[in-house]
């Protein structure tokens, strides 16, 4: 079954500190890999959207990059605020089928603290 | 932009009763979508529309059915609610050319006692 792990599982950091978050997936043949964000109480928001064949993708303070030789994907927050804290969700498109065929990750909950 | 509005935004259900969650976008999506959301699992699919007038099962359809009334929306409905369909469910919307973004909804926290 094609799946999509996530790590840490949860991470609290200083406020205006750096931090990655990864995620490992074996779908395969794959299309395009998704990191949302999840306020609490909040449906996921879409961060970055990647196909195969890019590296890197920003969005602000976000940044995403996808190796899909190793099939894994990163997610870089830089100078966090308390406003990122949130679960951060990454996401795998097969190259077969629709939207009907994301396969979800559970998740990094990420806590940014004064 | 209201894009994808899901009501209510709780419930409480007794086992046995029924009840259809709404869902209505207002981005002219041809794509929507109900998932289910549980603590340690990632959002999980139970019913999809590709467009008006078809539906299709998603990954776990047991205990729901779904009616997609018109383009904007599309609704869920538990027929004999149960104690493990308690969960967050969410709505989403999405276009279906090319690499398109899905959009949610705000989620219904559904507790069944």
């Known amino acids: 079954k094609n799946q999509v792990e996530q790590s840490p599982q949860s991470l609290i950091i200083l406020e205006g500190k750096n931090c990655t978050l990864q995620?490992?997936?074996?779908?395969?043949?794959?299309?395009?890999l998704r990191w949302y964000k999840q306020d609490t109480g909040r449906g996921p928001v879409s961060l970055t959207i990647?196909?195969?064949?890019?590296n890197t993708k920003s969005n602000g303070r976000y940044t995403a990059t996808l190796d899909a030789d190793t099939k894994q994907s990163s997610l870089h927050i830089t100078a966090s605020q308390l406003s990122d804290s949130a679960s951060y969700i990454c996401?795998?498109?097969?190259?077969?089928?629709?939207?009907?065929?994301?396969?979800f990750g559970t998740g990094t909950q990420l806590k940014v603290e004064l | 932009n209201a894009g994808v509005t899901q009501t209510p935004k709780f419930q409480v259900l007794k086992t046995g009763q029924s009840m259809t969650l709404q869902c209505a976008q207002d981005?002219?999506?041809?794509?929507m979508y109900w998932y289910r959301q549980d603590p340690g699992m990632g959002l999980r699919l139970i019913y999809y529309?590709?467009?008006?007038?078809?539906?299709d099962k998603g990954e776990v359809p047991n205990g729901y059915n779904v009616s997609r009334l018109n383009k904007r929306e599309f609704s869920l409905r538990l027929e004999s609610a149960a104690p493990s369909q308690t969960s967050v469910y969410f709505c989403?919307?999405?276009?279906?050319?090319?690499?398109?973004?899905?959009?949610f909804g705000q989620g219904t926290r559904l507790t069944v006692v």
């Open positions: 989403a919307s999405s276009g279906s050319q090319g690499l398109t973004e899905a959009f």
């Open positions: 990647m196909t195969f064949s890019e």
């Open positions: 995620c490992n997936y074996t779908v395969s043949p794959f299309s395009n």
């Open positions: 529309s590709a467009s008006e007038g078809t539906t």
């Open positions: 996401v795998v498109s097969p190259l077969t089928g629709g939207g009907n065929k994301l396969t």
């Open positions: 981005m002219n999506h041809n794509s």
